[in-house]
């Protein structure tokens, strides 16, 4: 065994070991996401609110940061394009997640003299996620929209 | 006693459309935590807040524990008369407290 037969085949195994590694690493930050994943929950509260009518893409604005470093306190802002009179206003809004322990985030309820439907408040994530805003029309009408955030530092399941 | 935080214009001209702000401290237990022993702490949070205008209900807002410590909010009305706006917070707990800003309107 001299030491030019070895190193060679040595320094190639360890290429490879690298590589693999690598690779693999790369697999496991894609793929979460899948388990503990409660879609069908917010589907449920999804239908609560909307009912049987058909929910339509549009008219609303959800603003969430796209990354997220601690779940505990997101800034969340949802607006609404409504000229917000009598005939027609924003009656309610809904915020739902896809991954918290519970669906529902906030409701909110105005009317046309909030002259603008436009909230904002803080929530936390639990986990990287999807968020949707529902807005229910006074003509009986629901509009949404969806973010997708991701969180370094969730929420709920950390002691103190 | 939850100390508040109220953020409304004291003066607007009418029709104007005003930004309120509020901000309440709590903690919003979300009932999900784990103490140091590992028992789950009970939720406490405030589930309801409702502004009224001169009485008539102008905003509401159910929070469930998806809502962040200390809650804040931030929303609109249209300045109609002078008066005040009643800003109340209701949860587990009995939890309650309320809070009252002026304005004038011109």
Redesign the interface.
């Known amino acids: 065994m001299t030491r030019d037969a070895h190193s060679p085949t040595r320094r190639g195994f360890l290429d490879i070991t690298a590589r693999f590694a690598g690779g693999l690493g790369l697999l496991l930050t894609v793929a979460p996401g899948a388990g503990r994943a409660t879609p069908a929950s917010m589907q449920s509260a999804m239908k609560k609110i909307v009912g049987e009518a058909t929910l339509a893409k549009g008219k609303v604005k959800l603003e969430l940061p796209p990354l997220v470093e601690n779940g505990n306190s997101v800034t969340m802002v949802v607006s609404v394009e409504s000229p917000m009179t009598i005939e027609d206003h924003v009656k309610s809004i809904h915020v739902l997640n896809e991954k918290n322990p519970q669906p529902n985030v906030i409701g909110v309820h105005l009317g046309p003299r909030a002259g603008r439907a436009t909230v904002s408040t803080r929530i936390r994530l639990a986990d990287s996620q999807k968020i949707i805003a529902i807005a229910e029309m006074s003509d009986g009408s629901f509009w949404s929209d969806e973010a997708e955030v991701v969180v370094t530092l969730a929420a709920c399941v950390e002691v103190l | 006693m939850a100390r508040i935080l109220i953020n409304v214009p004291p003066k607007a001209k009418r029709g104007d ?2 930004e309120i702000k509020t901000l309440i401290s709590h903690d919003m237990e ?1 009932g ?5 022993v590992g028992k789950t702490i009970p939720r406490d949070i405030i589930s309801l807040f409702v502004a009224t ?1 001169n009485g ?1 209900e ?12 200390n ?8 300045a ?1 008369e002078s008066g005040r706006i009643d800003f109340k917070w209701t949860g587990d707990n009995e939890f309650l407290a309320t809070e009252t800003a002026l304005i004038a309107v011109e």
Not at chain 2, 58 to 69: G, K, S, T
């Open positions: 459309v005003i979300s999900y935590r784990p103490d140091n205008y008539a102008i905003f509401r807002a159910e929070l469930h524990p998806a809502i962040a410590a809650p804040f909010l931030s929303f609109t009305t249209i109609t």
